[in-house]
């Protein structure tokens, strides 16, 4: 009943704010931009798989540096150690990308960034082999880093919008497409290697990912741009208040980034570093723990297709915490039974981790707006940014502790970062967000009688 409550309130002051703004808007002002009440069932489905496309393509994007870098070595005249200061580049165009997207999004029409970003990224890639300054290199994979960051935030930003509380699905699909594409970006580049035989091939490898670049991008021409800049004016008004309301708000946001940032900086540790742990302490060849650090990655795709259908059924929260049982589960199992060395253990207990750190990352992002929260562009934006840093940062700490404390630490670091998430994860859901919910609340109150 409360929910209910809420919702019509919330639907109230929606409806008073779009009076207001029809009001002020000047006659014959052109609208580039629809409401997101205005979206037909069947047009937001036609959006949505053009976002899955987007994302699909910068997925693509995003996992070819890896399978280029020797053939990137070769073609800047370079060792493999300096070409591999594009992992760092890229991780720092996405970061700064990430810090400024909420805003950038919030000024421009969200179709034509996206648009921009994408071309941008194929434009890049299709030059690319033909740059031999490694400078130029990393200063190109910075950009296309910079705005490919826009490109995720505002896709997710727009699906939760056109979905609102039925977001949980669309989101959880729209970054399996991203998996889907990272997977599929190796292959494609592997068929060029094994066709051509040739150094270069790699980076020919680039010119179908460019391609799927361009193809996703044309159709944000065909419709109207998502009033992003709308929903976000509403979200701050709600918001950013001052006095308690403003700082459990912020603090609610601070310890989501947190959260992502441990999330993800576990994910990235494990899967990086998962193919030294395999060789060092179960004396694996190469090629063996390539395989199964693919395993990982491949349950980690799987998981996020898995999480489609689940996240129809389950809430955000109850997905979060299975999430948390999995985690903890298969890195126990493998820290209690480590001096066995069992083979079926590491490989059972790995796939198990990948399946359950599939879904966090959407999860989270729609964890407040099933509770009755709202987040805006700018919030969103800090999210990612956390998640961001940290992919750039734990795994190179990871890999330090690791040299200093033996391989088998990663299995004890893992279960660190783990419960430090569970802990952060009961704040928010326990004390920060029932907290944030009780002063909305209190504010759609002063509305209501306001209205009436």
């Known amino acids: ?30 609208d580039t931009t629809t409401h997101y009440d205005e979206f037909s069932p069947t047009l937001k489905k036609i959006l949505t798989l053009i976002y899955y496309g987007l994302l699909l393509s910068t997925g693509m994007a995003a996992s070819s540096v890896g399978t280029t870098l020797v053939a990137l070595a070769f073609n800047t005249g370079t060792t493999e150690e300096s070409a591999g200061f594009a992992f760092t580049s890229r991780g720092i165009g996405y970061l700064c ?17 996206m648009l921009f970003s994408n071309l941008l ?47 949980a ?53 065909i419709f109207k741009s998502p009033k992003i800049e709308e929903e976000t004016k509403e979200g701050e008004e709600t918001t950013a208040q001052t006095g308690k309301q403003a700082w459990f708000y912020n603090g609610l ?51 996020r297709a898995l999480s489609v259908p689940l996240s129809m059924k389950v809430s955000a929260k109850n997905l979060l915490l ?53 987040i805006t562009t700018k919030a969103t934006s800090l999210l990612v940014v956390g998640g961001a840093l940290g992919d750039m940062v734990t795994p190179t700490f990871v890999g330090f502790l690791m040299n200093k404390f033996g391989a088998s630490s990663l299995l004890y670091i893992e279960f660190i970062l783990f419960a430090a998430s569970f802990v952060i994860f009961g704040i928010v859901m326990y004390f920060m967000a029932p907290k944030v919910k009780f002063h909305l609340s209190k504010e759609y109150q002063i509305v209501e009688e306001v209205l009436n």
Not at 128 to 150: N, R
Not at 179 to 197: Q, Y
Not at 336 to 361: D, H, N, P, Q, R
């Open 97 to 113: 990308g990430s810090t400024v997207a909420g805003k950038a999004l919030e000024k421009f029409n969200v179709h034509y960034a």
């Open 322 to 374: 299975g999430d948390k049982v999995g985690c903890f589960a298969s890195i126990s199992v493998l820290i209690a039974f480590t001096y066995l060395k069992s083979e079926a253990l590491l490989w059972t207990m790995s796939i198990l981790l990948g399946l359950s750190m599939a879904s966090v990352y959407a999860s989270t992002l729609v964890l407040l707006p099933e509770m009755g929260v709202k």
């Open 1 to 30: 009943m409360t929910g209910t409550r809420l919702e019509d309130e919330d639907h109230q002051s929606i409806e008073l704010e779009e009076n207001i703004d029809l009001g002020s808007k000047a006659v014959g002002e052109e």
């Open 121 to 167: 990224g194929a434009v890049i890639y299709f030059f690319l082999p033909f740059i031999k300054s490694l400078p130029l290199v990393l200063g190109g994979l910075f950009i296309q880093a910079f705005f490919m960051s826009w490109v995720e935030i505002g896709t997710s930003v727009v699906v939760m919008r056109i979905w609102k509380k039925d977001a």
């Open 169 to 221: 699905p669309w989101l959880q699909g729209l970054h399996f497409t991203f998996g889907l594409g990272a997977t599929i970006s190796p292959m494609i580049i592997g068929i060029f290697i094994k066709a051509f035989e040739q150094k270069q091939a790699a980076l020919w490898g680039l010119y179908p990912v460019c391609a799927m670049q361009f193809l996703t991008a044309v159709p944000l021409l």
């Open 253 to 303: 946001i601070a310890l989501l980034g947190v959260y992502l940032l441990l999330y993800v900086g576990s994910e990235s540790s494990y899967g990086g570093w998962i193919f030294y742990y395999a060789i060092k302490v179960y004396e694996y060849p190469d090629d063996k723990a390539a395989f199964l650090a693919s395993a990982f990655w491949l349950s980690f795709t799987v998981g």
